[in-house]
């Protein structure tokens, strides 16, 4: 079966629920057992202290909406298991905070999400795990090598988490996802728990699949292209089920778990998924092609324009399967000009975001990476006239007309 049959067959039967079509919203806070025996084996399973069979207990444990995202999500994936989240930062917290703890270490590519920094920065740090980042590149896995040989002695007996992004957000710089899972190969051979966990927010589920790389957990904002409406707050992670299973326990434990309307959106839009991100893609092309030759454009980042014999797009062809509708191009001028642009688009949201069905145009560094410090900017070329483009749905020709007409009042 087809994975675009998948995300409208799979996970749920119309006729366990009255021949309902489409899913019922369960919003329920806890279950009925069927026995005092059933709801002491269901809770020691759900809290992790016995292994048995699964049932509802409680929302924050588990709910039918969430079972069907996540079932649904997986098989897309080709994931043994899945959790979904209250936002994509929940998810990334609650999967580092599986597989961390004092001492261990997070080597990480820059840039990624200023949030994502932010949380390395202002809370793994603060609670005794290393985080070292790496610029993102095509020297990425020879910089993280070469950083982990220079410190191995002190890695041994510790956890080591490969953090990549890729493409990096916002410059669309690529990674080699099978370079960074032959690292960790090495280092598990050596006896280092290390895994590779990928931010695929950019680019997946369709243009991108981390796992057919064999890393170990895939994670999303399923706020962007999975959720798709810019409507719902959500995360998601992908992988093993016992890498999932320790997952869903920190989430049980600090209650980063979704809700069952959420999770219903996150179902309607998944049916949707590739379509739009199909069109979203295909207007993405058009527009990158118009800004590149555009006079007051210094810049366009996106994968079809990349150098067709440079390293980038090697990696860019091997490991994805489209372009994604990210863009990020660079202004003639500085700030004053950037800003002059957004204040004056009419159909491109200036918003923060990105992966809904509108067109989304923000200033990464004064909007979403304005926490993250001068010099891990500087490196990353986040610079005052750099631009960054989610595009929609619409008609490309607006869009283009639109950026045109912005664009001329530099």
Not at 114 to 134: A, C, N, P, Q
Not at 208 to 214: D, V, W
Request: one cysteine or more; a positive charge.
């Amino acid at each position: 079966m087809e994975k675009e049959t998948v995300v409208i067959s799979k996970g749920y039967d119309p006729l366990k629920y009255n021949g309902a079509v489409k899913p019922p919203i369960f919003l329920t806070s806890t279950y009925k057992f069927k026995s005092a025996e059933e709801g002491e084996s269901f809770i020691r399973v759900a809290l992790g202290l016995d292994k048995g069979e699964e049932g509802y207990v409680y929302s924050r444990f588990s709910n039918p909406n969430f079972d069907i995202v996540e079932e649904r999500l997986s098989l897309l994936e080709g994931a043994e298991a899945g959790a979904i989240f209250c936002s994509g930062m929940a998810a990334i917290t609650s999967t580092l905070l599986a597989f961390v703890k004092n001492g261990d270490y997070i080597f990480y590519t820059n840039p990624v999400y200023g949030g994502t920094e932010f949380l390395f920065k202002e809370f793994f740090e603060k609670m005794g795990v290393s985080t070292l980042h790496i610029n993102a590149g095509s020297d990425t896995p020879k910089l993280i090598d070469a950083k982990i040989n220079s410190i191995k002695d002190k890695l041994k007996g510790k956890a080591v988490i490969l953090y990549i992004e890729t493409p990096a957000n916002p410059n669309n710089v690529m990674v080699d996802i099978s370079a960074i899972v032959k690292i960790k190969e090495k280092l598990v051979k050596e006896k280092i728990d290390a895994k590779v966990i990928v931010d695929n927010t950019f680019m997946g589920p369709v243009f991108q699949s981390p796992l057919e790389q064999k890393v170990d957990i895939v994670l999303y904002s399923a706020t962007k292209f999975i959720g798709g409406h810019s409507d719902v707050i959500a995360g998601a992670v992908l992988g093993s089920k016992v890498d999932i299973s320790k997952i869903k326990a920190i989430r049980g434990m600090i209650g980063t778990n979704g809700n069952p309307f959420d999770a219903w959106l996150m179902s309607r839009s998944l049916e949707t998924i590739h379509l739009r991100m199909q069109r979203q893609m295909e207007n993405a092309v058009e527009i990158a092609k118009f800004l590149s030759k555009h006079p007051k454009v210094e810049k366009v980042i996106y994968p079809e324009l990349y150098n067709k014999k440079s390293e980038q797009y090697k990696i860019y062809k091997k490991q994805c399967k489209g372009p994604g509708s990210l863009i990020s191009f660079y202004v003639k001028g500085g700030k004053k000009e950037a800003f002059k642009v957004l204040n004056n688009v009419k159909l491109c949201k200036l918003a923060v975001s990105l992966g809904g069905t509108e067109s989304l145009i923000e200033h990464p560094k004064a909007m979403t990476h304005s926490e993250v410090d001068a010099e891990t900017l500087k490196d990353a070329e986040i610079t005052d006239n750099m631009i960054r483009l989610s595009v929609g749905i619409e008609n490309s020709k607006d869009l283009i007309n639109d950026l045109k007409a912005a664009l001329d009042k530099i």
